[in-house]
């Protein structure tokens, strides 16, 4: 499985982009996706994550009310629309499939996409 995001940039504050995240083929759907980001010095955190039945999201604080995580199973794509973004999510961003346990801890998360650069101006 190969994860390849894009959407990334740079970007006013008050701005907003949408992240997206397409899967090539696989074997068999992952229960839910997920999004994180690392900034420079910084440890990579959990910024949201989507079960791709249903419509179970979960969210970081940080972004809550600002995020949207979104998917379209039959374009094995998972969607991140920010809005109303600050300084502080200038970050790379990664999506990953989710294998077993929590959604905020990257060791839940088997593959990961190469990450795509977010860059909130003041």
């Known amino acids: 499985v190969q994860l390849q995001a894009s959407g990334g940039g740079l970007v006013q504050v008050g701005g907003y982009l949408r992240l997206t995240c397409t899967a090539s083929?696989?074997?068999?759907?992952?229960?839910?996706m997920g999004w994180f980001r690392q900034a420079p010095g910084k440890e990579r955190e959990f910024v949201a994550a989507?079960?791709?039945?249903?419509?179970?999201?979960t969210y970081a604080d940080a972004v809550k009310g600002r995020f949207t995580i979104s998917r379209d199973n039959a374009k094995n794509t998972v969607y991140l629309q920010m809005n109303s973004l600050k300084p502080e999510d200038t970050a790379v961003y990664y999506c990953?499939?989710?294998?077993?346990?929590?959604?905020?801890?990257?060791?839940?998360?088997?593959?990961w996409g190469q990450g795509t650069l977010v860059t909130v101006s003041s």
């Open positions: 990953a499939e989710h294998t077993v346990g929590s959604y905020y801890y990257a060791t839940s998360y088997d593959y």
């Open positions: 083929r696989r074997a068999f759907a992952p229960y839910a």
């Open positions: 989507v079960e791709l039945i249903g419509d179970m999201t």
